[in-house]
Structures are given as structure tokens and as C-alpha cells.
């Protein structure tokens, strides 16, 4: 069974930073595509950042890129999200996610996504 949880939410100002995890279990790591994608009070969700474990490639929506910062830790199993120079509009539920077979800004889709976790809360105060 897939299971991903999200660690490291929180209360952060804004400017500050944050590092989220996605700790997984359930299939075979390098296979899979990860993803991140946060939901805002009365919003869709939008995909911010995605990683490929096979060849390294990560993707980024433009409202997150050169402030945020995607990896993973195959011996753990973890992909992280290092979340920089944080504004309060960053203020969303974030959600890692895992699929497999995509690549290129197909990444980004959520409608691609066939696992999640139950997410963590990140606000940004002003």
C-alpha cells in the first residue's frame, strides 16, 4: 500500500524559511514521480514542485522557482521541500504526492497524482 505523510509544517514569518517531508513507503522509490502541491483557503491545488528520482529532473511552477527547493533521500525514502524567502501568500495546506510514468511539466498536473498524503498546514505571518 502507498503511504506518504508530510512533516514540517508550521508558523513561520514572512522571509523565513521552512522544510517540509514526504516520508513514503509502500513502493519502490526511484520508480515514482513526487510531487508537491498546496491548496490556499478557496483555491485549487497547485503544483509547486516535482522531483524524478531516476535522472535527478525537477520541476517548479513559477510562483515558487529560485524560493524553493526540491530533493530527496533515497536511503530514506524522503523527498523534502525546502521552502525559502516565504510571503504570506504561500499560506496553504501543502501535500506531497506520488505517481509514475510522467515527466516534464506533466509533473506539475495533480490530475496525473494517484497517491497522497494528508497534508501539512504552513502559514506565513506578515
Known amino acids: 500500500e502507498v503511504q506518504l505523510v508530510e512533516l514540517g509544517g508550521g508558523l513561520v514569518q514572512a522571509g523565513g524559511s521552512l522544510r517540509l517531508s514526504c516520508e513514503t513507503s509502500g513502493f519502490t522509490f526511484a520508480d515514482y514521480v513526487i510531487g508537491w502541491f498546496r491548496q490556499a483557503p478557496g483555491k485549487g491545488r497547485e503544483g509547486i514542485a516535482a522531483i524524478i528520482s531516476t535522472d535527478d529532473s525537477t520541476y517548479y511552477a513559477d510562483s515558487v522557482k529560485g524560493r524553493f527547493t526540491i530533493s530527496f533521500d533515497n536511503a530514506k525514502n524522503t523527498v523534502y521541500l525546502q521552502l525559502g524567502s516565504l510571503n504570506p501568500w504561500d499560506t496553504a495546506f501543502y501535500y506531497c504526492?506520488?505517481?509514475?510514468?510522467?515527466?516534464?511539466?506533466?509533473?506539475?498536473?495533480?490530475?496525473?497524482?494517484?497517491?497522497w498524503g494528508p497534508g501539512t498546514q504552513v502559514t506565513v505571518s506578515s
Open positions: 504526492e506520488a505517481t509514475y510514468g510522467i515527466v516534464g511539466a506533466w509533473c506539475l498536473n495533480e490530475d496525473l497524482y494517484t497517491d
